[in-house]
């Protein structure tokens, strides 16, 4: 196994969009398998729509070294790659004093080599300063190119070429130039979404990448020193035969791919569908309503009252929902907006009403003993949101917060029946068997 980490000296650097271009360069001609450092949803619909292949979280907050190390061998087996996208700046972490779910703790576990883009806009010989200042940092970690960002012009690029061999010993991997056309767009909670029909979208950033030298970045993941991995399944077992029904589209695009892998795992046969596009909620088991983003759909959601009501007798039936983050507040009686307020399942009589920014926090959640879902665990994920949930009734809830905010400050997981409503995006593999409880009760 080889492979590289594009880590960045802070956000906004430009790793997503010059990852991406990458991925999609590189997956015509090679299998690339594409990873995100960090709790993040939205840069691995672009890592997945680039290569074709499902990109993955790897978070030693949420994972354990050797899960870490297990995923990477799993998803990566008939890879010629493995393409690792940074979070923040590669040296930032849960510390200030140590590496703790850092980039730079990825790269050291997997014996990863790095490259570091810089944005050089506006610097020459201070770009030299801040390549031998993140080299020398730490010396475990193996800096072996750079990438200068935002690039103006040939003679800027000649005088940062010049500035880099003079003062440092770093290799230039390649020179992005300045594009305000490339540029990925933002929403309230970063990137902007992308699903296959954006496809042409990521097309651009393929010449944004024109200047980066894809044979030496081959030839820099030829000194990966992996340790041993495994490559077997880093799920539990079980042939649960259940159904369950997952809704996808620009209004519940968040999902951990692991949680859906987990639930394949367990036996589960998944059927995806679209509320946005009409569908009605199909018969299944085990309803899983990930997060995205309800409150800019919330007319459309509103009219889909198959669905809607559908999940609400689903509820009444004890059929098991859980919903995250997004899911929650559908589960809700409605959603408050700038454009109004828009009814939703009503399966919690409560209010969910866009608000202040909550997070991004990583959670730790102790079950309840009045959890239908999970039993005994302590599960690991994290919250970011701009929404907040006023009761009208009491619930029991499903989670004591360790760590994190959850829906009071104290506790996550609205309770009623067997359905479970949480702003946590809990990750499977941050606990030995996720879905155990669940299987065992059919």
């Known amino acids: 196994m080889k492979g590289i980490v594009i880590a960045g000296t802070g956000s906004g650097a430009g790793k997503t969009s010059i990852t991406t271009g990458l991925l999609s360069k590189m997956s015509k001609f090679m299998k690339v398998q594409a990873f995100k450092v960090g709790p993040d949803f939205i840069d691995p619909m672009y890592h997945s729509l680039a290569t074709g292949r499902p990109a993955r979280n790897l978070d030693t907050f949420m994972m354990s070294e050797g899960k870490i190390r297990n995923l990477v061998g799993y998803a990566s087996n008939d890879s010629n790659i493995c393409i690792i996208e940074g979070v923040r700046g590669l040296y930032e972490g849960l510390s200030g004093i140590n590496d703790n779910s850092s980039t730079a703790e990825i790269a050291k576990i997997l014996g990863f080599p790095v490259i570091l883009i810089v944005n050089a806009r506006s610097l020459t010989r201070s770009a030299a300063a801040i390549v031998n200042g993140f080299k020398s940092f730490d010396p475990d970690v193996n800096i072996a190119g750079v990438i ?88 539990t077992i079980h042939n649960s035969n259940l159904k369950a029904a997952i809704p996808m589209d620009d209004a519940y695009c968040f999902y951990y791919r692991e949680n859906i892998e987990c639930m394949v795992a367990a036996g589960m046969s998944i059927r995806t569908f679209s509320p946005l596009a009409g569908d009605s909620l199909p018969d299944a088991d085990f309803y899983y309503l990930g997060g995205g983003y309800p409150e800019l759909f919330g007319r459309q959601l509103s009219d889909n009252l198959d669905f809607l009501e559908g999940l609400k007798n689903a509820s009444i039936e004890k059929k098991k929902i859980l919903g995250e983050c997004g899911g929650l507040m559908t589960m809700c009686s409605s959603i408050q907006n700038e454009d109004g307020v828009f009814s939703m399942s009503g399966i919690f009589d409560s209010k969910s009403i866009m608000s202040t920014r909550h997070g991004p926090n990583y959670v730790i959640a102790r079950t309840t003993a009045n959890n239908p879902m999970f039993d005994h665990m302590t599960i690991r994920g994290h919250e970011f949101h701009y929404s907040k949930i006023i009761p009208n009734s009491e619930y029991a809830f499903g989670y004591n917060m360790e760590r994190g905010i959850g829906i009071d400050g104290e506790s996550d997981g609205l309770i009623l029946n067997n359905s479970m409503g949480s702003y946590m995006h809990q990750h499977a593999l941050s606990v030995d068997d996720w879905l155990g409880k669940i299987v065992e009760a059919n």
């Not at 960002?149 to 003062?167: C, D, F, M, P």
């Not at 933002?186 to 950033?205: A, C, F, V, Y």
């Open 148 to 235: 200068f960002n935002g690039v103006s012009n040939q003679q800027h690029e000649i005088k940062l070429r010049e500035a880099t061999k003079k003062y440092t010993d770093a290799e230039i991997i390649g020179v992005v130039r300045y594009e305000h056309d490339h540029a990925i767009g933002e929403r309230h909670l970063g990137l902007k979404t992308i699903n296959e029909k954006g496809k042409n979208d990521i097309k651009p950033l393929e010449s944004l990448v024109d200047g980066i030298d894809i044979d030496r970045i081959m030839d820099i993941a030829e000194s990966s020193c992996v340790p041993d991995v495994e490559y077997v399944c880093p799920y």
